[in-house]
């Protein structure tokens, strides 16, 4: 069986699933790793907290502003080009931060190499899912992905443990370092193993105004949800990005419906299943962000455990993925991607139902069992329904699909912790009113009422659990006749049930 590039799948299945997964394990860890570091970072060049922010919001945005571009290029200049290349990139970028900020004692040249850096990571993020179903054979996709999944999870899991050990015991500066071998090794492993594409490889009529526009749109959105609590949603700054990103969107909707050869065919959402797909992706990190940002605190102020406690506490979760990727990537082929989006999509409102129910003297082998099953939830649900997004289009749509499917992790990750960081400050402000709660109140009431704020906020994601449970049973199993053997189909979107 030939993939849809017309390049017979590669021999060596391990070869070619690391190479792929060591794009999703770097920009997992890196994604974690550096946060830990920022506080010895801000005191490394005396500057403000919310000054040093920008090591990591500078890579969020420049991240979400690329990511669908690149995705659109390496449909047109091949997988293999951008790959290779954005691995080189996201290696220098790393050296680059670790080695230039001491070397010329400046703080923007820290920032500015983040800038780099993240150039990098959104070309490697961007196309690793179309790799998988460019060059891995249709038996094998299901596994693939869940491999790809574990390791990702394993990233997030380690990434603040190794952060803080080498901050703490090395410096600062080997939190960047660490891509650096594994760069090398990503490049030498990708240039050997990654089959050469048969794609056109001219950028003639390539849509620059698209790019533009979706790049200002993203990050002037994202800026304003990451900013908007410390700035004041009412500031000049803050609604001036949201009008800025309103006008950026408004115009890249009504330029890509019009342009020939789009950054983002929009038209492939008129397609209900590919629609539905989409947001079940979407709503299911933009449900997890407000349990993966305010659980920390529940666990510091409420329950009182110490940070290195409950660091070990929310290992739980990524554990838990981890196992379920692996058991998804087996399980895909010989159940089928619906039931199993079914009883995953089941498995983890279970877990939001769980951490709705937080209290004030909840056991921690309770927390343990709801984060155990919202992390299995996610674990066997991500895989089968990233392979129904990327089985469902055509082959001159894998590079911006898979793109598309990157943005749709990060970007409702970054809007979720504002919306229920929100949903917390103001329910906890409703509710200390409402019983009459002020300063002068008994630490055992306070710590009711922050308590009854965590719980409204999960109760936000336990509503959108819902909707993912009903639209895993609304959405089909399509499969484009490009992944047909002897079948060339022209249209983006054929059903199969």
Not at 222 to 240: K, M, R
Not at 245 to 255: E, I, P
């Amino acid at each position: 069986m030939r993939n849809f590039r017309g390049v017979d799948p590669h021999p060596s299945f391990f070869l070619m699933i690391l190479s792929i997964s060591l794009a999703i394990f770097m920009s997992s860890l890196d994604g974690t790793i550096v946060n830990i570091a920022l506080p010895t970072i801000s005191e490394a060049f005396s500057i403000s907290s919310s000054t040093v922010s920008w090591v990591a919001t500078a890579y969020l945005l420049v991240m979400a502003g690329c990511v669908l571009v690149f995705g659109k290029i390496s449909d047109v200049i091949g997988f293999k080009k951008v790959f290779l290349s954005g691995f080189v990139i996201f290696t220098l970028g790393s050296f680059a931060c670790g080695a230039l900020p001491d070397l010329f004692n400046s703080f923007p040249i820290l920032v500015g190499s983040r800038v780099f850096q993240a150039v990098g990571g959104a070309m490697i993020t961007a196309i690793a899912p179309a790799m998988v179903t460019a060059y891995i054979p249709m038996e094998k996709k299901g596994k693939a992905m869940g491999i790809i999944m574990t390791l990702a999870a394993l990233a997030t899991a380690i990434g603040p443990t190794v952060g803080g050990a080498l901050t703490q015991y090395a410096s600062w500066h080997w939190i960047f370092f660490i891509n650096v071998p594994i760069g090398i090794f990503a490049v030498l492993l990708g240039a050997r193993v990654i089959p050469p594409s048969k794609a056109p490889g001219i950028l003639t009529g390539f849509d620059r105004y698209g790019a533009v526009l979706i790049f200002i749109g993203l990050a002037t959105l994202l800026f304003a949800v990451t900013e908007g609590y410390s700035l004041g949603w009412s500031s000049p700054l803050i609604i001036g990005m949201l009008i800025v990103a309103g006008v950026a969107f408004a115009a890249f909707l009504w330029h890509e419906l019009r342009v020939r050869d789009p950054i983002l065919e929009l038209r492939l959402f008129s397609h209900p299943n590919f629609l539905y797909t989409n947001m079940i992706m979407v709503l299911v990190f933009l449900s997890f962000s407000g349990i993966n940002y305010l659980l920390p605190f529940y666990l510091q102020y409420v329950q009182g455990y110490e940070v290195s406690n409950a660091g070990l506490i929310l290992t739980s979760l990524s554990v838990a993925m981890m196992i379920s990727g692996i058991i998804a990537g087996l399980l895909f082929n010989r159940v089928g991607a619906r039931p199993l989006c079914i009883t995953s999509a089941f498995i983890l409102l279970a877990g939001y139902f769980m951490i709705w129910h937080l209290g004030v003297d909840t056991a921690m082998g309770y927390i343990v069992a709801c984060l155990s099953a919202i992390g299995f939830g996610m674990g066997m649900l991500i895989t089968p329904v990233a392979n129904m997004i990327m089985n469902s289009v055509a082959k001159s749509y894998q590079g911006m699909v898979s793109s598309l499917t990157s943005l749709e992790r990060f970007a409702p990750m970054t809007i979720g912790i504002a919306l229920f960081n929100l949903v917390f400050l103001q329910g906890i402000q409703a509710i200390a009113g409402h019983r009459g709660v002020t300063d002068t109140a008994p630490v055992a009431l306070k710590l009711d009422v922050l308590a009854s704020g965590f719980d409204l906020a999960f109760f936000g994601s336990f509503l959108l659990g819902i909707c993912i449970v009903v639209l895993a049973f609304v959405v089909r199993v399509e499969i484009h006749p490009d992944y047909l053997e002897g079948d060339e189909g022209e249209s983006p979107l054929v059903g199969m049930v």
